[in-house]
């Protein structure tokens, strides 16, 4: 026997997740149609809000259900479930009927897969995106629902950009709800010969000195730095300094390039093979 009551499922964490709870816990009630709220945290969530918030610690401000798989929400036909930065695989048998939607942080069909936060600095991107999407079988692979667009600027960061995937995926959230739950959202196929894919292995986060920065270009030690700058997990190296920002020094300074580089206490400028970088140490001079 069904309920009575139709069930919207946030899976997640993170400030996406939280601020979706929070929204939904404000908005539901003005429907007409009544919804039960309930959330699955992803796995190790401490259920306190720590150097991102906690979804669990969420459901407990705002006396919502939490479940701890996605099973064990015994989701039905007319249930409807996002995915806002969950850890775990959703598979289609998992979900009793139920529409479900994940909000990936990229301009899908581009970067599907992992560290959408590094890949897009490490290959020089000046613009990403966030993507809602239908979650089926494959990863990252549904059709698009909501998508947007923002720049990103050369003095991104991974831990800076991951932020900004958080704050303009709560508005695509927010602008998708309603057609959602009214099962009116417009749909449209991924263009699969777009597509591109990075799983787990693809960066290897304990290589990260910077040593062969004379064998690259200014822009690529640039945007291999601040792709490895998130700084609640790991930071870059050089000279066995940990590294907290880095850019191009602008003019010409081929003079200069030929005296190498210069290793202060706080920064350097390193000697690339077409001009200087300059990078700034994290100023507790730790080495971890």
Same mark, same amino acid.
């Given at each position: 026997m069904g309920r009575d009551r139709r069930r919207l499922a946030v899976c997640g964490k993170g400030a996406i997740a939280c601020n979706a709870l929070g929204y939904l816990t404000d908005v539901l009630p003005l429907l007409a149609d009544r919804w039960d709220l309930a959330t699955v945290a992803v796995q190790g969530d401490p259920g306190v809000d720590r150097w991102e918030p906690s979804l669990r610690a969420q459901c407990n401000?705002?006396?919502?259900?939490?479940?701890?798989?996605?099973d064990a929400l015994t989701l039905e036909p007319g249930d409807v479930l996002f995915s806002l930065q969950y850890d775990r695989i959703i598979r289609p048998a998992q979900l009793g009927g139920a529409r479900a939607y994940n909000l990936h942080f990229s301009p899908l069909p581009r970067y599907r897969g992992c560290y959408p936060s590094m890949w897009p600095l490490r290959n020089g991107e000046t613009e990403s995106g966030v993507t809602l999407h239908v979650l089926e079988a494959g990863i990252d692979d549904g059709d698009i629902v909501d998508q947007q667009l923002f720049d990103v600027p050369p003095f991104t960061t991974a831990f800076a950009l991951y932020g900004l995937y958080h704050a303009h995926g709560y508005e695509v959230f927010k602008r998708s709800l309603p057609d959602v739950l009214a099962g009116t959202e417009r749909r449209h196929a991924q263009d699969a010969s777009q597509a591109t894919?990075?799983? +787990?292995?693809?960066?290897?986060?304990?290589?990260?000195?910077?040593?062969?920065? +004379?064998?690259m270009t200014a822009s690529q030690c640039v945007d291999l730095i601040r792709s490895l700058v998130f700084d609640p997990f790991q930071l870059p190296r050089v000279a066995g300094r940990r590294v907290v920002a880095a850019e191009r020094v602008a003019g010409d300074w081929s003079d200069a390039l030929r005296g190498g580089d210069r290793i202060g206490s706080h920064s350097a400028l390193l000697a690339c093979k077409d001009g200087l970088v300059r990078v700034r140490f994290k100023e507790d001079a730790a080495t971890p």
């Open positions: 401000r705002l006396g919502v259900p939490a479940f701890e798989t996605v894919y990075y799983d +787990r292995k693809s960066i290897d986060f304990t290589a990260v000195d910077i040593v062969d920065w +004379r064998a």
